[in-house]
């Protein structure tokens, strides 16, 4: 398997259905975007910090993706584009913002696997 090929095979790994904050189309959720959202954060950035950063990098690799991934090795940069794109977020949206990325991790979360039987036989009540 070629390395193009396995780093096509992690992104299409959290594939899910396009989503939206604000009228504007997110970038799946992919390990590729996990990289990116690992390499912009900080231990230090409070919860709400962590989901504007979520969904602005999803739409900056939505929008651009060369443009996103330089913008993400570029901390001050990027923390700087968060807060002035923050501005405009209203009560409302922060609420949606909040269970927007809940619901993208908690699906890229749950286990995709299906159980293959071992053809043991279980004890009672464990079938």
Same mark, same amino acid.
């Not at 970038?27 to 230090?44: C, K, N």
């Not at 039987?117 to 279980?122: A, H, V």
């Given at each position: 398997?070629?390395?193009?090929?396995?780093?096509?095979?992690?992104?299409d790994?959290?594939?899910?259905?396009?989503?939206?904050? $604000?009228?504007?189309?997110?970038?799946?959720?992919? &390990?590729? /975007?996990?990289?990116?959202?690992?390499?912009? *954060? !900080? +231990? =230090?950035?409070s919860?709400?910090?962590?989901?504007?950063?979520?969904?602005?990098?999803?739409?900056?690799?939505?929008?651009?993706?060369?443009a996103?991934?330089?913008?993400?090795?570029? $901390?001050?940069?990027?923390?700087?584009?968060?807060? &002035?794109? /923050?501005?405009?977020?209203?009560?409302?949206? *922060? !609420? +949606? =913002?909040?269970?927007?990325?809940?619901?993208?991790?908690?699906?890229?979360?749950?286990?995709?696997?299906?159980?293959?039987?071992?053809?043991?036989?279980?004890?009672?009540?464990?079938?």
């Open positions: 398997m070629s390395e193009e090929s396995l780093l096509q095979e992690l992104d790994a959290f594939i899910a259905p396009d989503r939206y904050f $604000k009228n504007e189309k997110l970038a799946p959720y992919t &390990e590729g /975007s996990r990289l990116l959202i690992l390499q912009t *954060r !900080d +231990e =230090a950035d919860p709400i910090f962590f989901v504007y950063s979520f969904i602005y990098i999803h739409i900056a690799l939505a929008k651009n993706r060369k996103a991934i330089k913008l993400a090795w570029d $901390k001050d940069a990027f923390r700087e584009r968060v807060l &002035e794109w /923050s501005e405009s977020i209203t009560d409302c949206d *922060r !609420d +949606e =913002a909040n269970l927007l990325v809940t619901s993208i991790l908690d699906g890229a979360n749950k286990a995709r696997v299906n159980v293959i039987p071992s053809g043991k036989p279980e004890p009672p009540g464990n079938g």
